[in-house]
């Protein structure tokens, strides 16, 4: 079966460190990957997606970037952090075609001091 | 383009309830429909999902029915228990060569014994 890890759980990061927040598939290949961030009591916002090794679409221009350096390997990170960076990051994955549902991680909380 | 309105929350209800999600959309084509649930504190697990129109998604007791004519797709059960509750997102998937999902901003349900 398909497993998504995703890691750490949680991050406390000062203001301008970096950041490099890593999530894995197991159990397919050729994956779509998603990024999203969740702020406290909102909606998701779609950050990056991927439909295959280093191919990375960005949604939302910032001082994030995203990486895919291995088919089942999503890696989001940023050279500077800002306190507007804090919130609940959720990596994703979905078969391809799309209309597949998509299966989230745990997620990781970031907060940034 | 595509879009995905929800009913505003927080919705509270005491357990047994009847419980009722509103959702529309609009999108091109013929959209998936797809329900998702998330915990307090954990990320989002697919709860139910509809692919063409007149279709029932059922899952754990929650249902919803695709409906072309009303573009609609309304979560609903019908009696709720303390561990029901949790943020309830919709989202559609539209096709056509697009990768993502467009979600709705959640509806936070909170059960009360």
């Known amino acids: 079966s398909q497993t998504i890890h995703q890691w750490p759980a949680t991050l406390v990061q000062p203001v301008g460190s970096p950041l490099s927040l890593e999530c894995t598939v197991e159990g397919t290949s050729n994956p779509n990957l998603y990024w999203y961030r969740q702020a406290a009591g909102r909606g998701l916002q779609l950050l990056f997606y991927s439909v295959g090794i280093g191919q990375i679409s960005s949604e939302v221009p910032q001082n994030l970037s995203a990486s895919r350096p291995q088919d089942r390997q999503f890696i989001l990170s940023s050279k500077k952090l800002l306190l507007s960076d804090s919130g609940f990051y959720l990596c994703?994955?979905?078969?391809?075609?799309?209309?597949?549902?998509?299966?989230f991680g745990d997620g990781t909380r970031l907060s940034i001091l | 383009g595509n879009s995905v309105t929800q009913m505003e929350g927080p919705v509270t209800l005491s357990e047994e309830a009847f419980l009722t999600i509103n959702c529309t959309y609009t999108a091109t084509g013929y959209p998936s429909l797809f329900w998702y649930v998330q915990y307090p504190g954990e990320g989002l697990q697919l709860l139910l999902k509809?692919?063409?129109?007149?279709d029932k998604g059922s899952n754990k007791g929650f249902e919803a029915t695709y409906r072309k004519e009303t573009t609609s797709f309304h979560l609903e059960k019908g009696s709720v228990q303390v561990s029901d509750s949790a943020v309830y997102f919709c989202?559609?998937?539209?096709?056509?060569?697009?990768?993502?999902?467009?979600f709705g901003k959640g509806t936070k349900l909170s059960v009360i014994p």
């Open positions: 994703a994955w979905t078969n391809r075609g799309g209309d597949q549902p998509q299966h």
């Open positions: 509809a692919t063409k129109a007149d």
């Open positions: 989202a559609l998937y539209s096709g056509a060569g697009s990768y993502q999902l467009t």
